[in-house]
């Protein structure tokens, strides 16, 4: 999914994918406010710098910045869990609980190929879980993210391929040029 920012009455509209980081850091922003008609977060026109910033932070690019990405193959040697939390791998979902009997649901771009996400614990001590020797293949990871993301879990990562977004390159392209054009037109307002 790309990311998008739409401006309407001095409100930013906020589009991207589930990220519990994501999460944590816009609700950093004063009067960040969860949308659930239109699945997005709205937040003040001014905040739009800052949740660039987050964005690439969390995500590895930003609304205008272009997504390198690249597919990932991780075998899970031994179960992962996180304590009232998701489990999340180079920014992508691979287990969301929000009980011990919930089960887990699976984030965008995640495909397990073995094994298996699940939930556990106690009703008031409850986990996300990531099965052990679970292999999971991940796609759309973002190149920087992957490169700079270090992992405790027990695992074993393999480089699958990389892809650049060409429609992505050239839409880049369109808003620089845009953008290139409004900076001309306020040096010449000088």
């Known amino acids: 999914m790309n990311m998008k920012i739409k401006l309407k009455d001095g409100k930013a509209n906020v589009y991207t994918p589930y990220n519990?980081?994501?999460v944590k850091k816009i609700k950093g922003i004063g009067n960040a406010k969860w949308n659930s008609s239109e699945k997005c977060w709205v937040v003040p026109?001014?905040?739009?710098?800052?949740v660039r910033e987050i964005m690439d932070e969390v995500y590895g690019y930003s609304d205008i910045k272009?997504?390198?990405?690249?597919?990932l193959k991780v075998?899970?040697?031994e179960e992962v869990s996180e304590y009232r939390s998701d489990?999340?791998?180079?920014?992508?979902?691979?287990?969301h609980a929000y009980g011990r009997d919930s089960g887990a649901r699976i984030g965008d771009d995640v495909a397990y190929v073995s094994g298996g996400a699940t939930s556990g614990g106690s009703v008031k001590n409850w986990y996300s879980i990531v099965k052990e020797g679970s292999v999971v293949i991940l796609s759309n990871v973002n190149k920087l993210v992957y490169e700079k993301s270090e992992t405790e879990y027990n695992i074993t990562v393999?480089?699958?391929?990389?892809?650049?977004?060409?429609?992505?390159?050239l839409e880049e392209k369109e808003r620089l040029l845009k953008r290139?054009?409004?900076?001309e037109n306020i040096l010449q307002g000088d």
């Open 66 to 71: 272009e997504n390198e990405t690249v597919t």
């Open 180 to 183: 290139i054009a409004e900076i």
């Open 45 to 50: 026109e001014t905040a739009i710098e800052a």
């Open 158 to 169: 393999e480089l699958l391929k990389t892809k650049v977004n060409k429609q992505g390159l």
């Open 87 to 95: 489990v999340v791998l180079f920014g992508k979902v691979l287990a």
């Open 75 to 77: 075998k899970f040697r």
């Open 20 to 22: 519990p980081d994501f």
